[in-house]
């Protein structure tokens, strides 16, 4: 019961600050509503007994990834977004667009409804991974056993784009400094 | 350790791991020589290629049987799907690198990174060729993405690339975050992102599984639909096409849809191959749509680039209609069709890179007004190509259509089989305009095409002599496209 209500306050925790992420007006504001919204996940993650996820989730996403987003944010210098005046353009669009959404969580309820039971070959019981040595020891030995293959494959897309990213921002500044050249 | 030893079979994965580790090689011969000398890199660049393509035929190498397939924890397969269209997609990794030094130098771009790019995304197709579990297969999936989406934005100071560039990777990344949101659906439905094993969960016929992978195939083809340019996820596609620079577009129109259907057919044939009906009629009105639509929006064109674009989407439809005639005709009709339209749109492709100018110019209708008087060989060149698109005797083009054509009529598909003659034949309407502006009108400027280099004639020639070949032989790789369908279920 109070791993129910626990997870009903993490869910709405995470769904609140995911929509302030969206609405709200500075980007700041809204990267910082996104931390918010990737710890209230991380606390599923911990619901769920994934510990190690939960603080990768917090150090990796939540930490490092978003210091990352704050500092290119404060960098482009971006402001506020003005509020809006007069009437919102697109409305039909905005309204085709959501009834196709609602339309595709009304599939995925009618889907989900009823009595999903995840096959039994998902996973492992709580009791099962402590008997085994914990979460961050069963995850290294999938890691290095069975998934070795994708974890390596992720490896070499790391690689592809850093380089893509190296191709991108270089051939920019090559761009930047003719044109500046021009200018002076 | 608590897991049962782990039975790697390291062959299976030798394919991908020479191409990344030959790609990395590349890159730091590359960064050794500041980028100075990009016919070394090329160079070096299509001896990963070649080495990887030699591995195939090395007799260590299993043979395209069920019995023979290799795999490497269940997630990586080396069978003849796998190997057919890894082969394809490096038989068109070796066409963008010879195209690639002398487009650049035309337009003025330092390309160093052009070549390590090509070599990784081969390195991921190989990946999407040979995967059989949705995780590894989505990993292959990106690796291609990424390397391309940098591809198609090389040069980073021309506008259109720019916006090809910006275009493909926001709705490339969204189609992608689409494919995976599939994945968790499958994940959910069978417990495993392993396609044998969603086959098996699907086997138990349970009425939430069959529920939820219903969801989660939807989501999969959407994300599969973007990337093979299918109607109606095909809006991104004149644009990128045309904007990226020549070699790109061939390699994208070709490779990356050679990958893409073996995803497909992956994904279709051996997660729900025993499923057909939860997917045959998704696949059939997508075939549809997009060889109306693609054929249609090709008839307007005036640039041959955006023309080609269009036509890529249109044979996207021909192929799918081959997916939907379903096992083992459509496969292998499928197989052969990929190779015959390599040969066709590598072939047409190269030859706009011989005749355009900087900046792309040149490539209008107007501008090949004629070109025969000048140029007789590219003339004849493109034509062939062009009527091997079209479906013309005795090109690879023809047979290939007749196989999609004959699996549909198997498979008592009459609608699409109709469609694929009709919209053939609508097709000869811009083909022909191109051929007829070539050899009737009169050049309506001068040409100061420099002489295409060796590279750029090498692919030409290669191009039309498989155009002639695929099409007066077609046994000689319908035997291969007819063993390699064979193994999947």
New interface residues.
Partial sequence: MSAQIAFYVLALGALVSALGVVLVRNPITSALNLVVSLCFVAGLYALLEAHFVAAVQVTVYAGAIMVLFTFVIMLLDLGTVPARTGPPEGIPKATIMGALGAAFVG??I???R??????????MAPERVAE??GNSR?VG??LF??????FE??G??L???L??T???AK??S??KSTASRRNS | MHFPPVQFDWIAAVPMTLLSVGGLGVLLLDAKGKGRNPLVSAGAAAAVLVATLLWFVHPLVPHATAADARSFTSMLTVDGLGVFVTVVCILTGLGTLALAPSYMAREGVKAGEIYPLVVFAVAGMSVLAMGTDLMVLFLGLEIMSLAVYVLAGYQRTVDGSVEAALKYFLLGAFASAIFLYGITFMYGAAGSVRLDLVARALASDNPNTVRLAQIGLALLLAGLGFKIAAVPFHLWTPDVYQGAPTPVTAFMSSAVKAAAFALALRILRVGFGAHPMLWTEAVKWLAIATMVVGNLAALVQRDLKRMLAYSSIAHSGYLLAGVAAGHPAGTSAVLFYLAAYLAGNLGAFAVLVAIGEKGDRNLNLDDIAGLYKTHPGLAFALSACLLSLAGIPPTAGFFGKFLVFNAAVKAHMIGPAVLIALTSALSLGYYLTVIVKMYMAEPAREYITEPPTVGVRLVVVASVASVFVLGILPSLVQGLAEQAAIPLP
């Fill in positions: 599939l995925v009618h889907a989900v009823g009595d999903i039971r995840v096959p039994t070959t998902a996973g085994l040595g069963l030995e999938l056993g069975p998934y070795l293959l994708p494959v992720a070499v897309l690689l592809v784009a380089v893509g190296v191709v991108m051939r920019d090559v761009a």
